[in-house]
């Protein structure tokens, strides 16, 4: 069965910094794309960051391009989103998906963020 | 990019079938096969329910099916049960790896 635990949430001012991570089970990690869906509280969800099997392709919402990184690291089964210059609109939970072509297959429980000073 | 288009509600009484819509453009929607729908309960994470217009991922009930025309990708679920009860969001590819939401529709089973 897959299974996707993000961690690395929590509380961060304007212009702050936050990791987040994924760990990867029941599937072989390293065959699948990966991406960062985020839902504000009470919205709908917004795709934020893809990256492929082997790191040689990443790809940025316009929202988030130049603040934020994905990346992974297939030996240890680990997905990864670097979140810099974070701001109020930033806010939101953040789930971990298993790429199924250009579908979102498995999606963890998310993580929340909230920017706030 | 905008977000593709989807009514804010949809309902139905258990038994009857539903039809959530989702338009798009020329761009995303009625360009590629790449539509998918997703189902989200209150507090839950959202599950794939359709992918690639019209597939049914294992262990999706048949009761749920997709299509397309045009620029409008629809989600039917046949036979309404209570425990369709969700928001619903679909999903299309948009071109140089862009991938777009729609707004998300509230079934209701009354």
């Known amino acids: 069965e897959v299974q996707l635990v993000e961690s690395g949430g929590g509380l961060v001012q304007p212009g702050g910094s936050l990791r987040l991570s994924c760990a990867a089970f029941?599937?072989?990690?390293?065959?699948?794309?990966m991406s960062w869906v985020r839902q504000a509280p009470g919205k709908g969800l917004e795709w934020v960051a893809n990256?492929?099997?082997?790191?040689?392709?990443?790809q940025y919402a316009d929202s988030v391009r130049g603040r934020f990184t994905i990346s992974r690291d297939n030996a240890k089964n680990s997905l990864h989103l670097q979140m810099n210059s974070l701001r109020a609109e930033d806010t939101a939970v953040y789930y971990c998906?298993?790429?199924?072509?250009?579908?979102?297959?498995?999606w963890g429980q998310g993580t929340l963020v909230t920017v706030s000073s | 990019q905008s977000a593709l288009t989807q009514p804010p509600s949809a309902s139905g009484s258990p038994g009857q079938s539903v039809t959530i819509s989702c338009t798009g453009t020329s761009s995303d929607v009625g360009a590629y096969n790449y539509v998918s729908w997703y189902q989200q309960h209150p507090g839950r994470a959202p599950k794939l329910m359709i992918y690639e217009v019209t597939k049914r991922p294992s262990g999706v009930p048949d009761r749920f099916s997709g299509s397309k025309s045009d620029n409008t990708a629809s989600l039917t679920v046949s036979g309404i049960q209570a425990e369709d009860e969700a928001d619903y969001y679909c999903?299309?590819?948009?071109?140089?790896?862009?991938?777009?939401f729609g707004g998300g529709t509230k079934l209701t089973v009354l």
């Open positions: 029941g599937f072989t990690f390293s065959s699948y794309s």
């Open positions: 990256i492929k099997q082997d790191e040689s392709e990443k």
């Open positions: 999903s299309s590819y948009a071109g140089s790896n862009n991938l777009l």
């Open positions: 998906v298993q790429r199924r072509a250009l579908a979102f297959q498995s």
